[in-house]
């Protein structure tokens, strides 16, 4: 279980009273009843009805309950925790059988606005819960506890092929959450909430160190656990985009391991000779961890997504250097050209460019590009080689990559080659190319930048946004469970991740 107790420590140095919730006292409007008063036209009586009197003091009662103000709470709990940790939403205080709009916000650090929101009524107690209550609209529909992040969308009006990643893991995601009266659906930063609090989501745990490693003419970020260690260790390679993309190494790193982020497209050598980086780029990185203090030297995994893939599989399998305890590859493929690396890699898909598709919205569709999956040995890593456990994580709407294609032709060849019980394989129908961590907001396509040409398109991923979020979270779960068995089996470990 992630952490829940957060400190100041070295990382997470910002004070923010996010428990703090605001409240707006509003008075609810009803009919008010007005007693009919009959007035006795008896000259001589005094005497008035007992019914009358009766009356009188249950709408005197009424009244005095009616004009009480009614102060509304919202909360979310942990008001601060990792980003794949759940939270409650809970709602109090309101009108019974009130129709709500729960409303989620988020500024990214390149300073575009996102939000969600869900309809909901309250119960005859005037709560919602959002763990258990269903959305009837909005942005999600039904019972879910973490719809409120998942489908977190550009705020209407935002520029197209918008795609939410965290730049400074040093600093957390902070969200705004509120409940509104009735079912909006825009125009919520012209309405009063009724109640709001701030949330944070953290990539980096209290206790994990960020290390920047230049060494050997490496471009990357070492990201350390709690604790006096030794720690297993993992490689962690992005695709074809380039940078150095951190969040994923130091969630990593938040459950127990030594999580590495490799930059192997836009690094320093390559920036400064133009020349892309060979086989023993990454052998000095695997090299780097084997040798750290801090890193248990015959427990390194590697992680690659997309064109990280396939330089896993090649090290994997036809490094001399690199001997992985295991290896996830997620949304990917074994097809490449064995002799050269990644420029004879990227080479071999720019021959094949013109199976490029465009959608009606000018969206293109690589997944053709390595299609039909080659039966030249030559043109893809043997891995019936392999000799360490291997986990497919595959979206089967992927638009980007052949990557179920490519799973089901590695899994026939492990399976001649007798080692398919090293072979883990999760397989998502309509889940696309982009499968990150869970509750990252689900982009079916964004703009991506070429890092060859530097031209800029929309690239379509693939994926519907329920079934995306709900691989997501799966295939991390399962992800963490993997990675424990293979990198802390047989070692005693106190790590938040042996709690898996």
């Not at 609810?28 to 007992?50: E, F, G, H, I």
């Not at 060494?215 to 390679?237: Q, W, Y």
């Not at 990557?403 to 090293?422: P, Q, T, V």
Request: with cysteine; proline share 5%.
């Amino acid at each position: 279980m992630a952490p829940r107790l957060w400190e100041e420590t070295e990382g997470c140095s910002r004070k923010t009273n996010v428990s703090q919730v605001w409240t707006l006292e509003c008075r609810v409007l009803w009919w008010r009843y007005r007693p009919c008063r009959r007035q006795s036209r008896a000259t001589n009586s005094r005497r008035k009805p007992k019914t009358t009197t009766r009356r009188r003091s249950a709408a005197a009662a009424q009244l005095k309950m009616e004009e009480k103000p009614c102060c509304a709470a919202l909360s979310v709990q942990p008001s601060r925790g990792l980003v794949d940790e759940k939270f409650v939403v809970l709602v109090q205080n309101t009108v019974p059988s009130c129709p709500l709009t729960i409303h989620a916000s988020h500024q990214c650090e390149d300073g575009h606005s996102w939000h969600a929101f869900a309809h909901y009524t309250s119960d005859a107690s005037g709560a919602v819960n959002v763990s258990e209550d269903c959305s009837v609209g909005g942005t999600y529909s039904g019972v879910e506890a973490m719809g409120l992040l998942w489908s977190l969308k550009p705020v209407p009006g935002s520029k197209p092929g918008l795609r939410m990643r965290k730049k400074n893991v040093q600093a957390p995601m902070v969200i705004t959450i509120s409940v509104y009266k009735g079912h909006l659906t825009e125009g919520f930063g012209d309405q009063v909430p009724l109640a709001g609090t701030e949330v944070e989501r953290w990539y980096m745990a209290p206790g994990v160190r960020r290390i920047a490693v230049t060494e050997d003419g490496l471009t990357a970020t070492l990201f350390l656990p709690s604790g006096p260690g030794p720690f297993p260790g993992l490689l962690d390679l992005w695709g074809g985009g380039g940078q150095l993309v951190e969040y994923r190494a130091a969630l990593l790193a938040s459950h127990g391991i030594a999580a590495m982020a490799l930059d192997y497209l836009t690094c320093k050598y390559t920036m400064e000779t133009g020349k892309m980086v060979e086989q023993d780029y990454f052998e000095a990185a695997y090299t780097f961890l084997q040798k750290h203090p801090k890193v248990l030297s015959s427990r390194i995994a590697m992680l690659g997504l997309s064109l990280g893939t396939s330089v896993t599989l090649k090290t994997a399998v036809y490094s001399e250097v690199i001997k992985l305890r295991c290896a996830v590859c997620i949304s990917g493929s074994h097809v490449q050209p064995l002799d050269g690396f990644l420029k004879e890699t990227l080479g071999y898909f720019n021959e094949n460019s013109g199976k490029t598709c465009f959608t009606e919205d000018n969206e293109a569709i690589w997944r053709n590009l390595l299609l039909p999956i080659p039966t030249d040995l030559s043109l893809k890593v043997d891995v019936g080689k392999l000799q360490c456990p291997l986990m497919l994580i595959v979206g089967e709407d992927d638009q980007n990559w052949c990557a179920y294609e490519s799973a089901m032709d590695m899994k026939e060849m492990m399976e001649r080659a007798g080692n398919s019980y090293l072979l883990t394989l999760l397989l998502y129908p309509n889940a696309g190319h982009l499968i990150e961590p869970p509750y990252t907001p689900h982009a079916r396509s964004s703009l991506f930048r070429d890092v060859k040409s530097r031209q800029k398109l929309m690239a379509l991923w693939g994926g519907q946004t329920l079934e995306h979020s709900r691989a997501q979270e799966d295939a991390w779960r399962k992800l963490l469970v993997f990675l424990r068995k293979n990198l802390y089996g047989g070692v005693k470990s106190t790590s938040p991740l042996s709690n898996l």
